[in-house]
């Protein structure tokens, strides 16, 4: 909140500041227009000003910057502190116009030594006052609201900030340079202004549009650039202030001036040509927005310091300047180079767009009215109102239009918000049509609208249609009706990939009125939004057909799985039932029973015991979690496998203090399953073990491995997990299926590989269900 705050502080400040200082300045060039004076201008040193067109008399009489004026009608120029130069200069042409004198002599220093001219007192014309004043004044307006639109996208951003300050400063010296040779009321302010703008223009093109490596490496040295410009301004002020002259210090001014210029240009043609995509195209628009502008500013000023005069440039500077902030700042919005990632509000651009065009209409009607000979107050007291009251019924008489001839643009963008909301309700092409129907009469006054439907094959989905030749995709025909009353005014085909699905017709308007343009605009877009609707609908329609064709086909899948899984079963039981029956038929004739059949018959009983168990497990079971101790896990499961053990043991690397979150029965089967299919794998001959990996971190997680001395896995990798697929002659298929079903239920993962001639099973176990205290406590 206090940034916000302090950003807000800033903002008002800045747009006070501008408005004094504009105000102040703008004051001051009011005074000037048409006032006598001796047909050239001085700065506050005395000094011959390049600032000028060439038919004033002090250029027609050789007078040259940087001449210097050293007595005029008597009045000598000295310098005194607190008083400039020119003051005796300013003084003594007042006296001049006011006693009707038509002329004052001055005593001129030039290269050539002294030498006395006299020069006429004349009347600044408009044509000057509106290149060097009002101008001015309209361009360091543009640039000063350039700077605020900166700082409010992006107030933070580096970008901004330079482009800001540049901005602030080239307005300030706009804003003070026609008062720095006439009313000398704001010279401090063009010193801070002149001394800081070739800074900002020596720091504003690295920084386009990001920061090059030099400023990126060293931050340091754009507020070392900043501190020198404001040596060289206090410099200024000071010099002033004891009464010295400033000439050398502002001729290093108007040299870093040309330099920075170039050095603007020269920087931002390296960094296009560098560029590549995105990025050149923001630099080729900030290029033809800024450079122009700069190269006939640079020529001015490197014309004015040989002598010259610079006035012809004046007539494409002043444009040039007027194009700088405007252009810039659609750069800056369009490619977005402040990174303010703002919305651009179209409500506030027409207004600052209007703002711009009533400024416009006033300087215009102004300067037409000062070459017509009326006074300037009075021609800007007449334009002012008359271009806002103008720009208000211009406003009002387009609304007043659109709504009674156009009705179609005035509700352009309700009535499509509206039919979008309804069409994305909807899935049934027939809602599809009464949606639109409803749309087109509500703002449409027409004697009927009838959306025909056009039937599409339920197996023949509209997004599948290849599109036709003779009806290209996307394209929308309307026709005109002829003179029967009872046919359609006009007709809308809409189509989607080149397929028709339905026609729009409309009647006539009531009371016999035109369709407009507009009209038939908003009826292609309608169709549009119809023709996706319609498609839709239709591709929803197939999609729904299908999804129940899938469900009987997953019925059918699921049956057949029943009656495989019977078959199974059946199977499996037909053997030793047949058994069971032969041995009690041998029981009731009185026959005794040998030793091996009583041993087949156990292991019938075992095997069945063991697949009913099987597929029992199958079905969904809530865990019941506790805390057990791994080596507990393999000690159960090494006792339940002791007939398939035989002699051999489980080799087991597992810490004591190793404790696992499980449901103890289903981890218990986890181990037998793993092990009963490794020890079969193995062999007689071979080993099975398990290999408890602890975490290797707080926040890692344990490996539990069951590996056997086996050939690897048969058959196919990828289904090893599947239900009832087995490579055993005799297996069932399901054991790893149940497996893998209870570590899934666990949280955890299971992944076979290969490693060191094993055959390996990692169960994956997550920190969570890892601890290593000796406490069995229920999770």
Not at 223 to 241: P, Q, V
Request: charged share 20%; proline share 5%.
């Amino acid at each position: 909140m206090p940034a916000i705050e302090n950003r807000r502080w800033l903002f008002a400040a800045v747009v006070l500041a501008a408005l004094v200082l504009g105000g102040f300045g703008m004051r001051n060039a009011l005074i000037w227009y048409e006032r006598p004076f001796p047909g050239v201008l001085v700065d506050p040193d005395g000094v011959v000003s390049s600032l000028g067109r060439p038919s004033w008399e002090g250029f027609q009489k050789g007078l040259r910057f940087p001449d210097r004026i050293v007595e005029v009608n008597g009045w000598r120029l000295e310098s005194t502190v607190g008083r400039y130069r020119a003051s005796a200069w300013d003084a003594a042409v007042e006296q001049a116009a006011r006693e009707g004198q038509r002329s004052v002599v001055a005593r001129v220093e030039t290269r050539e030594g002294l030498r006395d001219v006299e020069l006429a007192l004349v009347p600044l014309d408009p044509l000057a006052w509106w290149f060097y004043a009002g101008g001015l004044m309209v361009v360091a307006a543009l640039h000063v609201g350039a700077a605020l639109i900166a700082l409010i996208a992006s107030p933070r951003g580096k970008l901004a900030r330079a482009f800001a300050s540049t901005a602030l400063f080239a307005g300030l010296f706009q804003f003070t340079l026609f008062d720095y040779h006439s009313s000398r009321d704001l010279v401090p302010f063009f010193h801070v202004a002149y001394a800081l703008v070739p800074v900002s223009f020596f720091i504003l093109p690295l920084r386009l549009p990001d920061d090059v490596g030099l400023l990126a490496r060293r931050p340091a040295a754009v507020r070392i650039a900043g501190g020198l410009g404001g040596l060289l301004a206090a410099g200024m002020l000071a010099t002033h202030a004891i009464g010295w002259t400033t000439v050398a210090l502002r001729n290093i001014c108007a040299l870093l001036f040309v330099v920075s210029f170039f050095f603007f240009v020269i920087t931002l043609i390296v960094r296009y040509v560098a560029a590549s995509g995105d990025r050149r195209r923001a630099l080729g628009a900030m290029l033809l927005a800024m450079a122009p502008p700069k190269v006939v500013l640079g020529l001015g000023f490197l014309l004015a310091m040989l002598g010259a005069s610079a006035s012809t440039l004046a007539w494409f500077a002043v444009p040039a300047l007027a194009f700088t902030p405007v252009a810039s700042v659609v750069a800056f919005i369009r490619y977005d180079l402040w990174g303010s990632r703002a919305l651009l509000s179209r409500p506030h651009t027409r207004v600052i767009l209007g703002g711009m065009m009533v400024a416009l209409t006033v300087i215009l009607c102004s300067a037409c009215a000062g070459y017509a000979g009326l006074p300037l107050l009075g021609a800007i007291k007449v334009a002012a109102p008359a271009a806002v009251i103008g720009a208000g019924l211009v406003v009002f008489a387009l609304g007043a239009g659109d709504r009674k001839l156009f009705p179609a643009r005035a509700e352009y963008k309700p009535t499509i918000e509206q039919l979008s909301e309804e069409l994305t309700l909807v899935t049934d092409p027939e809602d599809v049509a009464d949606a639109v129907e409803r749309t087109v009469a509500r703002w449409l006054p027409c004697e009927r609208v009838v959306f025909r439907r056009v039937a599409v094959d339920a197996g023949d989905g509209a997004g599948e249609a290849e599109p036709r030749d003779a009806e290209p995709s996307g394209e929308r025909l309307i026709g005109l009706g002829g003179p029967d009353p009872s046919a359609s005014e006009l007709s809308l085909t809409v189509m989607f990939r080149g397929r028709l699905l339905g026609v729009l017709e409309v009647g006539r308007k009531r009371g016999g009125a035109l369709f407009t343009s507009e009209d038939l605009d908003l009826l292609r877009t309608i169709g549009n939004q119809a023709a996706l609707a319609m498609a839709h609908a239709h591709s929803y329609a197939e999609l729904e057909r299908r999804r129940r064709e899938q469900a009987a086909a997953w019925r059918d899948e699921r049956a057949a799985l029943i009656e495989t899984l019977a078959a199974e079963i059946t199977h499996e039981v037909r053997y030793p039932i047949n058994f069971f029956r032969s041995v009690f038929k041998r029981g009731s004739s009185g026959q005794s029973l040998d030793a091996e059949e009583v041993e087949i018959g156990c292991e019938e009983v075992e095997r069945l015991e063991r697949l009913v168990m099987g597929l029992r497990r199958v079905t969904h079971r809530r865990l019941e979690r506790r805390r057990l101790a791994v080596e507990e896990l393999v000690s159960r499961a090494e006792m339940l496998l002791r007939d398939q053990l035989g002699k051999r043991r489980i080799e087991a690397r597992v810490s004591g203090a190793a404790l696992l979150s499980c449901d103890p029965d289903q981890a218990t089967q986890v181990l037998v399953n793993l092990l009963s299919n490794g020890l079969d794998a193995a062999g007689e001959k071979g080993a099975v073990g398990v290999i408890w990996e602890p975490p290797a971190s707080a926040e890692g997680g344990a490996e539990l491995v069951v590996w056997d001395s086996g050939p690897g896995v048969a058959g196919d990798a990828a289904r090893i997990f599947a239900p009832w697929y087995t490579t055993k002659p005799r297996g069932t298929g399901l054991g790893l299926a149940i497996t893998h079903r209870i570590v899934r239920a666990h949280g955890w993962s299971i992944n076979p590989e290969r490693r060191d001639g094993r055959t390996w099973f990692v169960i994956s176990v997550p920190a969570a269900d890892v601890a290593m205290s000796a406490e069995n406590e229920v999770a």
